[in-house]
C-alpha cells in the first residue's frame, strides 16, 4: 500500500476471491491516481491518472474535485478505524469534539442518570447520547446525576 492510499473493498459479498478494492492515492507529482485491485494486492491494479493540472483539470474540473471528495471521505473513515464507510457513523470531527465535552467533567464521564420519576438510574456512554439523545424512563427523559 503506498503511503497516503485509501481503498475500499467491494460491496459484492457474493463475488468470488478475490474481492475488488478501489484504491485512491495521490502521487509526488500531485495528481490523482484511482484504480481497482484484487483484495490484498495492496495496490497493484490498473490506476488511472487524474491530472490536478492540465488534463482533466482543464476537460472536467467536476472529476479531480470528485475524486478528491472520495479520498477525503475513505480517509476519514480509515482515520476513525472503520475502512468500511458506514453512513450512520458520525463525522470523526463531531466524535472527537463529543468525546471532549465528555472529558470535561466529572459527571460526565461517570455518565450515571436518574429517572426523576421512578429513581430508577443508570449508567450511559455520555457521547453516544449527545449523538443520538438521553435515555428514556417513565416517558421522561432521564437526569444526568451531578453529585
Ligand atoms: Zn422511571
Known sequence: MRIGEVRYLTDDRDDPKPRNE??????GNGDWYVGVS????????????ICTSGGAASSCPALVQAVSDAYVALAAQAEAGCSIPDPQMTAPAEEALYRALVASHPALQRGLVRCL???AVCVVDVAKCFR???????????TLVTK
Open 132 to 142: 443520538e439523545g438521553w435515555p428514556l424512563c417513565c416517558e421522561h427523559t432521564m
Open 22 to 27: 478501489l484504491s485512491i492515492f495521490r502521487g
Open 117 to 119: 420519576h421512578c429513581g
Open 38 to 49: 484484487p483484495e490484498g494486492a495492496m495496490g497493484l491494479g490498473q490506476f488511472v491518472r
